[in-house]
């Protein structure tokens, strides 16, 4: 059994839970489905994510989203990169080899991947929309749209508010007529538009011009509207804005958000990320041949503390130490080698005592540990004086005693 652990941590330690899956997790809230192909060889395995227009999930196996792959979409240029089970179906196709009853094929363009590729979605309803998924979070593409053509009012609002015109009248004769004539009139009109400063326009014109004041011309709101929009972001989120510095009254809504967005990760990510590193474990082979699961802690950094609390105070009722040591930071190969080698070869107890102190250890114990008497006590400074009623307690028979005065009996 503790060889089928060895290599079960071993296998896990080839996978890099700690580098992909985050990796795997943000891929997935961004692109609202991720499609990958395991690549494995003696030193190691790493993962190809594959576009999404050339994927469609076709079916969901033990928890793990299988897909195709439309070989019509793979370009010559692209053949080299390409993993050598998509660079088979690339050559089967392009020489019309595939027949009607092959399996591996659908509509002799879509190529079954095999079980080295999967897919990660939280779209439950994907297979129902032919293979298509869209992320839960989709709403906020058009959100921030909006709030970035609210941004660009504020940019026109205060352009409004500080332009100014400057207004040349050419003088008419009688009948509205110029007197000036055109040439001039654009001269004067050029030598004023060159001297301006930035947020000044003029303008040249034989016509009256009545006084329109531009300033809080703009959108008085356009503030609230960017605001209304920052929660509206939020709120599609499903997160407090409090979370990123937004307005709060309370450190709790801030603590309560942190609570919901890790069980929302706990309930969606973790059984779809546990479902295929269990594929993964199942491909081991064991001398026992005993099923092992991966199962993810639940804590989050931000209530570590409380979290790795809970576990440890479990083990006071028979809980798991695997689950403490793993609620700690430990991976499944560093319990099994870093805890024995501390053990066995560096013999860490030996090395590692405890020192008594009133904390760990009574006085009396550390000194018989040491086989040591316990030292006496000092004598007082005035031992040596001789009283009649040294050892004696209680009141005296009488308000003013002396030495030799007796005491009551019923104090002895």
């Not at 050419?170 to 930035?198: E, I, V, W, Y």
């Not at 009133?358 to 006496?376: D, L, Q």
Request: with cysteine.
């Amino acid at each position: 059994m503790q060889q089928d652990y060895i290599d079960m941590a071993y296998q896990l330690n080839m996978l890099n839970v700690n580098y992909w899956a985050p990796k795997f997790f943000k891929d997935t809230l961004i692109d609202g489905v991720t499609f990958y192909v395991k690549i494995e060889d003696s030193t190691g395995i790493a993962y190809m994510k594959l576009p999404p227009e050339w994927c469609r999930i076709s079916n969901l196996e033990n928890g793990v989203y299988r897909f195709r792959v439309d070989v019509s979409k793979l370009k010559q240029e692209q053949y080299d990169e390409l993993p050598n089970e998509l660079q088979q179906a690339f050559d089967k196709y392009h020489d019309n080899s595939i027949s009607d009853d092959d399996q591996d094929w659908y509509d002799r363009k879509w190529y079954m991947v095999s079980d080295d590729g999967f897919a990660f979605t939280f779209d439950h309803n994907a297979i129902n929309n032919g293979g298509v998924a869209i992320s839960p979070f989709a709403s906020v593409l058009a959100d921030s749209l909006s709030l970035d053509a609210a941004k660009d009012n504020i940019d026109i609002k205060d352009k409004l508010d500080t332009i100014r015109i400057i207004h040349s009248k050419l003088p008419t004769d009688s009948n509205g007529a110029p007197t000036l004539d055109l040439k001039t009139a654009r001269n004067f009109d050029d030598q004023m538009r060159s001297r301006l400063p930035d947020g000044v326009v003029s303008i040249t014109s034989p016509s009256s011009l009545d006084n329109v004041p531009l300033k809080g011309s703009g959108n008085e709101g356009v503030y609230d509207t960017v605001n209304n929009g920052l929660e509206q972001l939020f709120y599609d989120l499903g997160i407090s804005s409090s979370l990123f510095g937004g307005k709060t009254t309370s450190s709790n809504i801030v603590k309560e958000s942190v609570k919901k967005d890790s069980n929302w990760i706990y309930t969606n990510l973790f059984p779809m990320l546990e479902a295929y590193y269990n594929f993964e474990l199942s491909q081991v082979k064991t001398q026992n041949k005993i099923p092992w699961n991966l199962k993810f802690i639940r804590e989050s950094n931000f209530t570590l503390k409380e979290d790795i609390a809970n576990y440890k105070d479990q083990l006071s009722y028979g809980g798991s130490r695997l689950d403490y040591l793993a609620s700690v930071g430990f991976t499944p190969d560093q319990v099994i080698s870093q805890l024995s080698f501390e053990q066995q070869a560096l013999d860490i107890d030996s090395i590692m005592v405890v020192k008594p102190t009133s904390n760990t250890i009574s006085s009396k114990e550390a000194a018989n540990s040491s086989g040591k008497a316990t030292p006496k006590a000092p004598k007082a400074p005035n031992s040596n004086i001789n009283n009649p009623n040294k050892g004696n307690v209680g009141r005296p028979e009488t308000d003013n005693p002396t030495d030799d005065t007796d005491r009551l009996d019923d104090a002895q």
